[in-house]
């Protein structure tokens, strides 16, 4: 598709403007359009076409690849053999008979509202200032009384042909009119030039704005529950993190999850108020919001004073009884139709937002972004709860209108399109000394194959910055951790859980080596060597280990330990003793957290020196000393003593964590691999 109009061009301007500011519509959420003349290729007449945002995309990102181009006239012939509601999906299948060209993105489920309505630009927006108009329980009267006569109440029908149908007859119906109030859903505007339709759009949402901040009331969620309050910020992270493992373990029953936290203050204020129980039952209306956080939350019925230990034990009573009443409500609804036939299976009746008083918000999803963008909608979804109790009464779509849509047929196969997930994905990864070298390969090769990734290292600004080269704080964090200071890893991994919920893989790669003999090996050069090595490993270990067991979904603890572990080399007593000792921590750890589902196994490398850090800092020169060479040669010298001749690299060893984690040795535990090229002496025994 090659950009040739300019209506298209101010249609990707315009939308990038509308879905930068969020006040205007959520991620992802809305859809705009823009209408022109093209050129027919094979006639070279003139033709009606419309772009429109296609399906999936975001308005405040969209390019010309996430446009769909459609002739106008094709498409309006579609009305000549709509086949009535009960089968206006069918009409989704159709749009692909009307699309201009080759390439761009595919039609969405609102293509007919934007080319049916006779506008040349058409913004459809979810703002949560018009959504809480929208599920008002008096909603059409105070469109009337908001807008007077330039904005039409439209009543809830589900996105589709029919929709656009009747969008179409309201603005032929009211050519005064700017746009609509969508019942339970959102708005939409139009106008004859971009630029008024995007001016139209602006005045509704800024109007409904002004309306509910002068006339709403001051505590539409009403008054505080004395005990509900937030807790300070400290005391508020610490108990986040120590619940959140429990919380991520029960959102993943069905299939494991991501997770993102937030302690926002409209989240703890919501959390604080006594409408919470209440609303929070009556579920999300835009269907946007509930696709991504469900129908309702799961809300913790006990105060911030409440214990940890209480907490969890009333959080998997409560679990209980939401799958019990999501089952429920699947099997309310999902009733043979004779158009459709069966409904989808259930996909899962674990929570998606849990609401934890004086704490804050725990989201989850498929991956750290959708988890991200789950809370973000929930958010969303307090911001219309508030506006529409602030007027009136908030009065979502029914239950049974959002089982029609979160078990669409058409919301299915959009999942069933969706590619087969790497072999980590929902897996959350914590690396240590990950900045450089080796652990910085593994922390890369994780992240490729779906990982979320957290980067620990001595040196914070390194290990932000390993984490930014591997993409944004969806897919990586870097956090500071001395592993030698137990609460520095303890502050370690509340980072991880904080950020993605809880953690899956744990790898003991920090390090560091001096080359000496007995003789010249001090005291303090001893302790050091065994304090980062053997001691940062028991400490990462059991801190990870708390957090493993209290999820429940089993995981993966991996030690970075060395040749030298079982290979007696010259001039390294105090590294190759700490190395050993790694080693039967691995073979100790496999033992007591089998039960657990906790796999526990070691990687052996050797003559790893370009890209390491241990040979970078001094242990290179040392070792090419001991053997009489020079230091540049020390990668080829230990290349040609192993049996394969080859070279030993970072990324070789970061290939054995990635498959000693890795769905195809999901029965294998205490074993350590060698990546050393072959070295007959290193031989496990």
Same mark, same amino acid.
Not at 230 to 251: D, M, N, Q, S
Not at 300 to 317: G, H
Not at 416 to 428: D, E, S
């Given at each position: 598709?090659t950009m040739?109009n300019?209506?298209?061009?101010?249609?990707?301007?315009?939308?990038?403007?509308?879905?930068?500011?969020?006040?205007?519509?959520?991620?992802?959420?809305?859809?705009?359009?823009a209408?022109?003349?093209?050129?027919?290729?094979v006639?070279g007449?003139?033709?009606?076409?419309?772009w429109?945002?296609?399906?999936?995309?975001?308005?405040g990102?969209?390019?010309?690849?996430?446009?769909?181009?459609?002739?106008?006239?094709?498409?309006?012939?579609?009305?000549?053999?709509?086949?009535?509601?009960?089968r206006?999906?069918?009409?989704?299948a159709?749009?692909?008979?009307?699309?201009?060209?080759k390439?761009?993105?595919?039609?969405?489920?609102d293509t007919a509202?934007?080319?049916?309505?006779?506008?040349a630009?058409?913004?459809?927006?979810?703002?949560?200032?018009?959504?809480?108009i929208?599920?008002?329980?008096?909603g059409?009267?105070?469109?009337?009384k908001?807008?007077?006569?330039?904005?039409?109440?439209?009543?809830?029908?589900?996105?589709?042909?029919?929709?656009?149908?009747?969008?179409?007859?309201?603005?032929?119906?009211?050519?005064?009119?700017?746009?609509?109030?969508?019942?339970?859903?959102?708005?939409?505007?139009?106008?004859?030039?971009?630029?008024?339709?995007?001016?139209?759009?602006?005045?509704?949402?800024?109007?409904?704005?002004?309306y509910?901040a002068?006339?709403g009331?001051?505590?539409?969620?009403?008054?505080?529950?004395?005990?509900?309050?937030?807790?300070?910020?400290?005391?508020?992270?610490?108990?986040?993190?120590a619940?959140?493992?429990?919380?991520?373990?029960l959102?993943?029953?069905?299939?494991?999850?991501?997770?993102?936290?937030?302690?926002a203050?409209?989240?703890?204020e919501f959390?604080?108020r006594?409408?919470l129980?209440?609303?929070?039952?009556?579920?999300?209306?835009?269907?946007?919001?509930?696709?991504?956080?469900?129908?309702?939350?799961?809300?913790?019925?006990?105060?911030?004073?409440?214990?940890v230990?209480?907490s969890i034990a009333?959080?998997?009573?409560?679990?209980?009884?939401?799958?019990?009443?999501?089952?429920?409500?699947?099997?309310?609804?999902?009733?043979?139709?004779?158009?459709?036939?069966?409904?989808?299976a259930?996909?899962?009746?674990?929570?998606?937002?849990?609401?934890?008083?004086?704490?804050?918000?725990?989201?989850?999803?498929a991956?750290?972004?959708?988890?991200?963008?789950?809370?973000?909608?929930?958010?969303?979804?307090?911001?219309?709860?508030?506006?529409?109790?602030?007027?009136?009464?908030?009065?979502?779509?029914?239950?049974?209108?959002?089982?029609?849509i979160?078990?669409?047929?058409?919301?299915e196969?959009?999942?069933?399109?969706?590619?087969?997930?790497?072999? #980590?994905?929902?897996?959350?990864?914590?690396?240590?000394?990950?900045?450089?070298?080796?652990?910085?390969?593994?922390?890369?090769?994780?992240?490729?194959?779906?990982?979320?990734?957290?980067?620990?290292?001595?040196?914070?600004?390194?290990?932000?910055?390993?984490?930014?080269?591997?993409?944004?704080?969806?897919?990586?964090?870097?956090v500071?951790?001395?592993?030698?200071?137990?609460?520095?890893?303890?502050?370690?991994?509340?980072?991880?859980?904080?950020?993605?919920?809880?953690?899956?893989?744990?790898?003991?790669?920090?390090?560091?080596?001096?080359?000496?003999?007995?003789l010249?090996?001090?005291?303090?050069?001893?302790?050091?060597? #065994?304090d980062?090595?053997?001691k940062?490993?028991?400490?990462?270990?059991?801190?990870?280990?708390?957090?493993?067991?209290?999820?429940?979904?089993?995981?993966?603890?991996?030690?970075?330990?060395?040749?030298?572990?079982?290979?007696?080399?010259?001039?390294?007593?105090?590294?190759?003793?700490?190395?050993?000792?790694?080693?039967h921590?691995?073979?100790?750890l496999?033992?007591?957290?089998?039960?657990?589902?906790?796999?526990?196994?070691?990687?052996?490398?050797?003559?790893?020196?370009?890209?390491?850090g241990?040979?970078?800092?001094?242990?290179?020169?040392?070792?090419?000393?001991?053997?009489?060479?020079?230091?540049?040669?020390?990668?080829?010298?230990?290349?040609?003593?192993?049996?394969?001749?080859?070279?030993v690299?970072?990324?070789?060893?970061?290939?054995?964590?990635?498959?000693?984690?890795?769905?195809?040795?999901?029965?294998?535990t205490?074993?350590?691999?060698?990546?050393d090229?072959?070295?007959?002496a290193?031989?496990?025994?």
């Amino acid at each position: 598709m090659t950009m040739t109009n300019q209506a298209a061009a101010d249609l990707i301007a315009r939308s990038n403007r509308l879905g930068a500011d969020p006040k205007n519509t959520n991620y992802a959420g809305g859809n705009t359009s823009a209408k022109g003349t093209g050129t027919d290729p094979v006639t070279g007449e003139p033709v009606e076409l419309m772009w429109v945002k296609g399906s999936g995309g975001d308005l405040g990102t969209l390019t010309e690849q996430g446009l769909a181009v459609l002739r106008l006239d094709r498409l309006r012939d579609l009305v000549a053999v709509y086949p009535g509601v009960e089968r206006e999906d069918e009409m989704v299948a159709a749009f692909d008979y009307t699309l201009h060209g080759k390439g761009g993105a595919a039609p969405s489920i609102d293509t007919a509202m934007h080319g049916l309505v006779n506008a040349a630009h058409v913004d459809h927006l979810h703002p949560d200032t018009g959504i809480a108009i929208a599920t008002s329980a008096d909603g059409e009267e105070l469109t009337a009384k908001i807008f007077g006569d330039r904005v039409v109440w439209v009543p809830w029908r589900r996105p589709g042909f029919q929709l656009g149908l009747d969008i179409a007859g309201i603005k032929a119906a009211n050519p005064q009119a700017i746009g609509c109030i969508l019942g339970g859903h959102g708005i939409t505007a139009w106008g004859g030039t971009s630029e008024e339709s995007e001016r139209n759009s602006l005045w509704i949402i800024d109007t409904a704005a002004a309306y509910l901040a002068e006339h709403g009331k001051a505590d539409p969620f009403g008054a505080v529950v004395p005990g509900y309050e937030a807790l300070p910020e400290v005391e508020r992270r610490a108990k986040a993190a120590a619940l959140a493992p429990t919380i991520r373990g029960l959102a993943s029953y069905d299939r494991p999850q991501v997770g993102h936290f937030t302690d926002a203050d409209v989240v703890l204020e919501f959390c604080s108020r006594e409408k919470l129980a209440p609303l929070a039952a009556l579920g999300t209306s835009c269907p946007d919001h509930f696709l991504r956080t469900k129908v309702k939350p799961l809300v913790l019925d006990l105060p911030a004073s409440a214990s940890v230990e209480e907490s969890i034990a009333r959080l998997k009573e409560l679990h209980e009884q939401y799958r019990a009443d999501y089952q429920t409500y699947y099997d309310a609804h999902a009733v043979s139709t004779g158009s459709t036939g069966s409904w989808p299976a259930i996909r899962g009746a674990d929570p998606a937002i849990v609401l934890v008083p004086g704490v804050g918000m725990f989201s989850f999803g498929a991956n750290k972004q959708t988890a991200r963008v789950a809370g973000e909608f929930y958010v969303n979804a307090i911001n219309v709860m508030r506006g529409a109790e602030s007027v009136s009464t908030y009065a979502p779509i029914s239950d049974d209108e959002k089982f029609r849509i979160e078990y669409w047929a058409l919301e299915e196969a959009k999942l069933q399109r969706m590619p087969k997930p790497k072999t #980590h994905a929902t897996r959350v990864a914590l690396v240590t000394g990950a900045a450089s070298g080796i652990g910085k390969a593994i922390a890369a090769r994780l992240a490729a194959e779906g990982a979320c990734v957290v980067i620990a290292d001595l040196d914070l600004e390194k290990a932000q910055a390993a984490a930014a080269e591997l993409g944004d704080t969806d897919v990586a964090i870097g956090v500071q951790a001395n592993v030698t200071d137990a609460a520095a890893v303890q502050a370690a991994i509340d980072d991880a859980v904080l950020a993605f919920g809880g953690l899956d893989l744990v790898v003991n790669n920090a390090g560091l080596s001096l080359s000496k003999p007995l003789l010249e090996t001090t005291e303090a050069d001893w302790d050091l060597q #065994h304090d980062v090595m053997a001691k940062g490993s028991f400490l990462v270990s059991k801190a990870a280990a708390r957090v493993l067991i209290d999820q429940g979904l089993g995981g993966d603890i991996i030690y970075i330990s060395s040749k030298n572990s079982v290979f007696a080399g010259p001039n390294n007593i105090a590294y190759s003793a700490t190395k050993a000792d790694q080693a039967h921590q691995v073979r100790l750890l496999a033992v007591e957290l089998g039960e657990y589902g906790i796999k526990v196994n070691g990687i052996n490398p050797d003559g790893v020196v370009r890209g390491s850090g241990i040979f970078a800092s001094g242990w290179g020169a040392n070792r090419a000393k001991t053997y009489g060479i020079e230091e540049e040669d020390l990668g080829t010298f230990y290349a040609q003593r192993t049996i394969l001749k080859r070279e030993v690299l970072p990324e070789h060893v970061a290939n054995a964590v990635f498959v000693l984690t890795g769905p195809e040795l999901s029965h294998t535990t205490g074993l350590h691999v060698p990546v050393d090229a072959g070295v007959a002496a290193a031989f496990l025994r």
